[in-house]
């Protein structure tokens, strides 16, 4: 009803990809995260980003979830939303691990706890801080 109120409305558009996901109605789900962040203002698109960022994890492809994380993070250094910025940092350190891209983990980790981390996120980044140690010492070798 709030899409045929208000056609743009990211919100509803968002609300209604997440409801979509949780049916595994996965195509449906992928179009309505795309019209949310197209919908969305400047300022509050990073959310979005990230949340069809996570959507796109959950489907494996990673590619396509990075381009959304750094256009997110690039966002947030104008629109800054602190949880937000947090997670999209410890999102795209997690792809860089997995990428073996150790010095952009590190980065993004740093920048995630400059961003402030609940308790979830702080074991999350102590687990990849460990990854990312372990990965450059192996490369050393």
Request: proline content about 1%; some cysteine; glycine content about 6%.
């Amino acid at each position: 009803m709030a899409l045929e109120d208000d056609p743009k409305m990211a919100r509803a558009y968002y609300g209604r990809a997440v409801l979509l996901d949780e049916r595994g109605r996965r195509d449906e789900a992928e179009r309505s995260y795309s019209m949310a962040v197209e919908h969305a203002a400047d300022d509050v698109r990073a959310r979005y980003l990230l949340g069809r960022a996570q959507f796109l994890l959950r489907q494996g492809r990673m590619e396509r979830a990075v381009r959304d994380l750094d256009r997110a993070i690039s966002l947030l250094t104008t629109w800054r939303i602190g949880d937000v910025e947090a997670e999209a940092r410890l999102r795209r350190a997690e792809c860089r691990v997995k990428l073996r891209a150790w010095d952009g983990a590190a980065e993004d980790l740093d920048a995630a706890v400059r961003a402030g981390l609940d308790a979830n996120q702080r074991e999350r980044a102590r687990d990849l801080r460990l990854r990312v140690d372990g990965g450059r010492t192996e490369e050393k070798r």
